[in-house]
T-cell receptor, first 113, second 117 residues
Framework: KQEVTQIPAALSVPEGENLVLNCSFTDSAIYNLQWFRQDPGKGLTSLLL?????REQTSGRLNASLDKSSGRSTLYIAASQPGDSATYLC????????????FGRGTSLIVHP | KAGVTQTPRYLIKTRGQQVTLSCSPISGHRSVSWYQQTPGQGLQFLFE???????NKGNFPGRFSGRQFSNSRSEMNVSTLELGDSALYLC????????????????FGSGTRLTVV
């Protein structure tokens, strides 16, 4: 059974810092790994999707990497801004099955001015 | 274009009652998935419907059920509510018409906050 862990659970940083959020998964036979953002009381917004054959994806100040062999993915946020404050979740979809994604518990990020 | 619409946004029910939540997907999307989110368990998959058929089901008791209509709108029902059913219920729709969950194709609604007292 796939298990996804996100570290740290919470993070508070001053504006302008570069951040790394970590996601680890137990079953390396994944189809894809995706990062989402969730604002309080809202649904999930897709940020980046990495297919199993890819090593990283970039969108603006965000960069996500994937290392299947070690069961890890990282989300790098450059030059953080207060508007980045949200909960970030990763989801791993295992291959060879029903393609149901397993979510981590998320990292709650606060960027203060 | 309109996003995924979930109604109602908030709901308070008493233990033992039943509840029905509604999800209207993005126009043209045929796949609708439901998730339960709680502080203790995080985000958990409930079930997925495609063309009025349940295609996948998570590990939830039979009190949780759903259906999808011909216009792709979906409802989920929880019978005999328990305190532990208090959660944010999220719906996601996708234009993907095969069992390859790319997830970037999924759009989430804002959710229904259910409180059971």
């Amino acid at each position: 059974k796939q298990e996804v862990t996100q570290i740290p659970a919470a993070l508070s940083v001053p504006e302008g810092e570069n951040l790394v959020l970590n996601c680890s998964f137990t079953d390396s036979a994944i189809y894809n790994l995706q990062w989402f953002r969730q604002d309080p009381g809202k649904g999930l917004t897709s940020l980046l999707l990495i297919q199993s054959s890819q090593r990283e994806q970039t969108s603006g100040r965000l960069n996500a990497s994937l290392d299947k062999s070690s069961g890890r993915s990282t989300l790098y946020i450059a030059a953080s801004q207060p508007g980045d404050s949200a909960t970030y979740l990763c989801a791993a979809t295992a291959s060879g099955g029903s393609y149901i994604p397993t979510f981590g518990r998320g990292t709650s990020l606060i960027v203060h001015p | 274009k309109a996003g995924v619409t979930q109604t109602p946004r908030y709901l308070i029910k008493t233990r033992g009652q039943q509840v029905t939540l509604s999800c209207s997907p993005i126009s043209g999307h045929r796949s609708v998935s439901w998730y339960q989110q709680t502080p203790g368990q995080g985000l958990q998959f409930l079930f997925e419907y495609f063309s009025e058929t349940q295609r996948n089901k998570g590990n939830f008791p039979g009190r949780f059920s759903g259906r999808q209509f011909s216009n792709s709108r979906s409802e989920m029902n929880v019978s005999t509510l328990e305190l532990g059913d208090s959660a944010l219920y999220l719906c996601a729709s996708s234009s993907r018409d095969r069992a390859s969950y790319f997830m970037d194709g999924y759009t989430f609604g804002s959710g229904t906050r259910l409180t059971v007292v």
